[in-house]
C-alpha cells in the first residue's frame, strides 16, 4: 500500500506538536512532504521555530519546514498564549533548533509541491488557521483538483466555540480564509469540537504518555501537562481535548472515527457569529455536501495509537 504523502499546515501548538509527532512515527504510511507554519495559536516567528524544535525532538532534521502568513486574510491575528503559553510551545525546555528555516515561502511550497505531483496524490493536513491554504487556492487556482484530500482541524456545532460562543479557533482566527478552503471543491475532512472533544487527556490516559520511553515521551507529557491545565479549568473536566492530532490518527486508522458528509459553510460577515461553521447534517439547504464532516472518536483506541507510534521515536 502506498504512503500517504502529505503536507501539514500548522502552528505549533502542544497539540499541533504531538500530531507532528504521530505523523513523524508512522513513516510506513505517512511520508511528510514538508511542514508548512502558519501564524494562529502564536505568531509566525514563534510557529515556524516550534516546528523545528519538534522536527528535532522527534529525530527528524531533514524535514523541510517553510514560513508562511504572518495574519490572517482581512483580520488582524488573534493569538491563544492563555492556553498555549507565551512561546506557543511552553511545558518543556527545548533547545534552539539547529536545523535551518527553509528560503521557500510556505505558499509557494504548497503551489509547486501540488503541482509537480501526480494529480490526487498529495493530501493537505491543516491543523491551524487556514490562511496559507486559501491563500494557495487563491494565487494558483489550478491546484484545487490535483489535492488528494484536506484533512483539516476546525469548526465547531454541537460543542460551541472555544474562541467565541459559536466559532472554534482556527476558523474564527482567519474565517476568510476558511470560507475559501471550504468551497474550493477539493474533497475535505473534518475535525471539528464535536468530536476533539471526546478525545481528552484525562489522568489515565496521561499516566499512560508519561510511561512512554525516552525524549519524545518526556517531551510530550511535559507539553500536555502543561497544555491540558487551561482546558480543565475552562470546562471542570478531567483532561482537555487532544484536537489536532485526531488528523493523523484517521489518516493512520479511520474507523477510530466516524463522520457524516454534509455541507459546511462559514460565516464571514456578521459580528455576532463570524467564525461560526454552519453545519447543514440533514441536507435542509441543498447546498453541495462538501466535507465529511466527524461527529465521534474512539478515544481509547486513539490513545491506544497514540502511545504505540509515539514510543517508537
Avoid at 513523524?24 to 495559536?41: C, D, K, M, Q, Y
Avoid at 464535536?194 to 510511561?211: F, G, I, N, P
Wanted: hydrophobic share 45%; with cysteine; aromatic share 6%.
Amino acid at each position: 500500500m502506498a504512503r500517504e504523502k502529505i503536507i501539514i499546515d500548522t502552528d505549533p501548538g502542544q497539540d499541533d506538536a504531538v500530531a507532528m509527532l504521530l505523523a513523524f512515527a508512522s513513516p510506513e504510511e505517512i511520508e511528510v512532504l514538508g511542514v508548512t507554519a502558519v501564524a494562529g495559536n502564536a505568531p509566525l516567528h514563534l510557529t515556524e521555530l516550534n516546528a523545528r524544535k519538534i522536527c528535532e525532538v522527534a529525530g527528524m532534521p531533514d524535514i523541510k519546514v517553510y514560513a508562511g502568513c504572518d495574519r490572517p486574510l482581512f483580520l488582524d491575528l488573534h493569538t491563544a498564549p492563555e492556553v498555549h503559553g507565551e512561546t506557543g510551545l511552553d511545558g518543556p525546555d527545548l533547545p534552539m533548533p539547529t536545523m535551518k528555516l527553509q528560503e521557500q515561502h510556505a505558499v509557494d511550497f504548497i503551489i509547486d509541491t501540488l503541482r509537480s505531483h501526480e494529480a490526487g496524490t498529495v493530501t493537505l493536513c491543516p491543523v491551524g488557521p487556514l490562511t496559507n491554504i486559501a491563500t494557495a487556492l487563491v494565487r494558483a487556482p489550478d491546484i484545487a483538483p490535483r489535492i488528494k484530500q484536506i484533512v483539516l482541524m476546525g469548526g465547531a456545532q454541537t460543542e460551541g466555540g472555544n474562541s467565541s460562543p459559536v466559532a472554534e479557533f482556527n476558523i474564527f482566527v482567519d474565517p476568510h480564509a476558511a470560507d475559501i478552503v471550504m468551497r474550493c471543491g477539493a474533497p475535505i475532512v473534518m475535525f471539528p469540537l464535536d468530536v476533539t472533544h471526546q478525545v481528552l487527556t484525562s489522568q489515565r490516559q496521561m499516566e499512560r504518555v508519561k510511561a512512554i520511553p525516552g525524549a519524545v515521551g518526556r517531551v510530550t507529557y511535559q507539553m500536555l501537562d502543561f497544555y491540558r491545565r487551561y482546558d480543565e479549568a475552562k470546562y471542570g473536566t478531567d483532561g482537555g481535548p487532544l484536537h489536532d492530532p485526531c488528523v493523523i490518527a484517521w489518516l493512520l486508522k479511520p474507523d477510530l472515527f466516524q463522520g457524516k458528509l454534509c455541507n459546511v459553510a462559514v460565516e464571514t460577515a456578521s459580528p455576532l457569529t463570524i467564525g461560526q461553521t454552519v453545519v447543514d447534517k440533514f441536507a435542509k439547504t441543498g447546498r453541495p455536501l462538501n466535507a465529511l464532516y466527524m461527529m465521534k472518536a474512539d478515544s481509547d483506541g486513539f490513545f491506544d495509537l497514540l502511545v504505540e507510534r509515539l514510543a517508537r521515536l
